[in-house]
C-alpha cells in the first residue's frame, strides 16, 4: 500500500480552520459536494464560524485558477497534494442498508466509501470533528479521525499544582524577604527547571516563601497577598495570578482552573485596581448557546438578547460590590466607571475589526474559542493593552472542540516561554466549601 493518503473533509473541519487544506502535506484532499452545499448555510452573519466560511470560500477561490479544476483538481502548494472536490453526492447501497435517511452527514460518509473505491491501493481517510460521525464511520469500517492540526499533545500541565522548591538555603530566602529588586536566577540550584513568569514556592528548614521567576530582568521575585478592590488572595495560586494579572509587563495572562477558583474574580478586581493604568477595562465571553437555542430564540434586540450570557461577568462585579459596601470611594470609581462607559461588559463578537489600546481585555469562558478565534482576539490587542484569558478546560459547550483543541490551551502551549506570557493554573476552590465539595465528588 502506497504512502500517500487520501482525506476526506466533514464540513465542521473547514468551519473549525478556513486554512485547513493545507495541513496534509503532500496528500490529497477532497471536499464533498455536500460541504459545499453546507458551507452557504453559514455565510451570513458574525460568529467566527460565519467568517471562516466565508474565509474558506475565498481560499478556494484562490486556488482554483484552472477551468479545469473539477476534473483534474488543483495543487495546494510545493510539497502539498492536490485539492478535489466531488462534483455530486454520493450514497452507496452499503448506506442504504444502514442508514434510512440522506443527511449531509451520510452523504460524507458516502463520499469517504467512494474514494476508498476508487483508491484501492492507498488509504482513505475521514476527517471530521463530529464524535457520532466517527462513530458511524468505525461502523462500516470508514478510516476516519479527527482534525489534529492544532491539538495539543499533552495537558499534564493542567492537572497539576505549582512547583515546590524544597532544600532552599534559608539565606535565599531572607534574601528574597529583605529586596524589593528580587534575587538572580543563578543564585538558585533550580535555574534550568524555569521558564519566564513561573510561580514556585521556595522552602528551607525554618522558612517558605512565594516567588515567580521574572525574565526581564533575570530575578526571582517574592509574591507576596495583593488585596485589591477588596478582593484578597486566599492561597498560594490565586497569589500568584494575582501578581501576574497586575504586572503590567506581563502583557498576555492565562488563568485555568474549575468553576470556583476565582480566576474571573481575580482578573476583574486586577482590572478595577488598574483603572487609572487603562482607558478602558473590557469584560467579554464568548455566546455558547445550550440545548441547540441560537440568540434567534431569545426576545428582544441584541443587548436584551446577549444579557444572559453576560450574567456571569455581572455576578463577580456585584460580588466585589459587597466587598467594598462599607467602602465608598471604590464603589464611586466603579460606579464612575460604568457610567463614563470605561467599565464595559459585552459580547465577544463585538470585538471583530476593533483594534484595543490602552485597554485591559479580559475574556472569560476562553476554553470555548477555536485556535484561531484567539489569535483573532490577541491580534485585536493595540499598544498599551493587556490581554487576560480565563477559563476551565474540563467545561467545554462547543460540540467541535475538546480537552486538546480548545483554543485557550492551544494557545498557552504555544505562548508558554514567552516574556510577556503568564499562565496560572488554580486548582483549590474557593468559592464556597459547597462548591468544593460538589466540584471534587459529582
Do not use: W
Not at 488598574?274 to 478602558?280: A, G, H, K
Request: with cysteine; proline share 3%.
Amino acid at each position: 500500500m502506497g504512502s500517500k493518503k487520501n482525506f476526506v473533509l466533514d464540513t465542521n473541519v473547514v468551519l473549525h480552520d478556513y486554512r485547513c487544506i493545507y495541513n496534509f502535506e503532500e496528500n490529497d484532499v477532497y471536499l464533498p459536494m455536500v460541504l459545499l452545499e453546507e458551507l452557504d448555510k453559514f455565510k451570513k452573519g458574525t460568529d467566527q464560524i460565519n467568517f471562516n466560511a466565508r474565509q474558506f470560500a475565498r481560499e478556494l477561490d484562490e486556488v482554483v485558477v484552472d477551468k479545469d479544476f473539477f476534473k483534474k483538481g488543483a495543487s495546494l502548494g510545493d510539497g502539498k497534494g492536490t485539492l478535489y472536490v466531488l462534483t455530486r453526492n454520493y450514497f452507496p447501497e452499503m448506506l442504504e442498508q444502514a442508514f434510512m435517511t440522506r443527511t449531509p452527514d451520510h452523504y460524507i460518509l458516502g463520499a469517504a466509501i467512494t474514494v476508498a473505491e476508487r483508491h484501492k491501493g492507498q488509504r482513505t481517510v475521514l476527517v471530521t470533528k463530529d464524535i457520532n460521525l466517527r462513530m458511524k464511520a468505525r461502523s462500516l469500517g470508514i478510516e476516519c479521525e479527527d482534525y489534529f492540526s492544532d491539538k495539543v499533545e499533552s495537558i499534564d500541565l493542567f492537572e497539576k499544582e505549582h512547583e515546590v522548591f524544597e532544600n532552599i538555603e534559608p539565606e535565599l530566602i531572607d534574601k528574597l524577604y529583605a529586596s524589593q529588586a528580587g534575587v538572580p536566577l543563578d543564585e538558585f540550584p533550580f535555574k534550568s527547571d524555569v521558564e519566564p513568569n513561573d510561580c514556585f514556592v521556595l522552602k528551607s528548614n525554618r522558612a517558605s516563601v512565594l516567588a515567580r521567576y521574572v525574565a526581564s530582568d533575570g530575578n526571582v521575585h517574592r509574591v507576596g497577598k495583593t488585596r485589591s478592590f477588596g478582593i484578597e488572595p486566599r492561597n498560594a495560586e490565586q497569589a500568584f495570578a494575582m501578581d501576574v494579572l497586575l504586572d503590567p509587563e506581563v502583557q498576555l495572562v492565562a488563568l485555568t482552573g474549575r468553576a470556583g477558583t476565582g480566576k474571573t474574580l481575580l482578573a476583574l478586581a486586577a482590572a478595577l485596581q488598574q483603572n487609572e493604568r487603562y482607558e478602558q477595562l473590557f469584560l467579554a465571553r464568548p455566546i455558547v448557546a445550550l440545548s441547540n437555542k441560537d440568540l434567534g430564540a431569545l426576545p428582544g434586540d441584541a443587548k436584551e438578547k446577549v444579557a444572559p450570557y453576560m450574567q456571569p461577568l455581572f455576578d463577580n462585579l456585584n460580588v466585589i460590590k459587597y466587598n467594598l459596601s462599607y467602602t465608598g470611594k471604590e464603589m464611586q470609581v466603579i460606579d464612575t466607571l460604568q457610567r463614563e462607559g470605561r467599565l464595559v461588559i459585552e459580547a465577544l463578537a463585538y470585538i471583530r475589526g476593533r483594534s484595543l489600546s490602552n485597554t485591559y481585555f479580559i475574556i472569560d469562558e476562553a476554553q470555548n474559542l477555536t485556535p484561531h478565534e484567539i489569535k483573532t482576539i490577541i491580534t485585536r490587542a493595540g499598544e498599551g493593552t493587556k490581554v487576560v484569558f480565563t477559563g476551565d478546560i474540563h467545561q467545554i459547550d462547543s460540540p467541535y472542540l475538546d480537552i486538546q483543541s480548545n483554543g485557550l490551551v492551544y494557545m498557552i502551549d504555544r505562548m508558554k516561554g514567552q516574556d510577556i506570557f503568564a499562565h496560572v493554573n488554580l486548582k483549590k476552590g474557593e468559592r464556597s466549601f459547597l462548591s468544593e465539595l460538589a466540584s471534587n465528588l459529582l
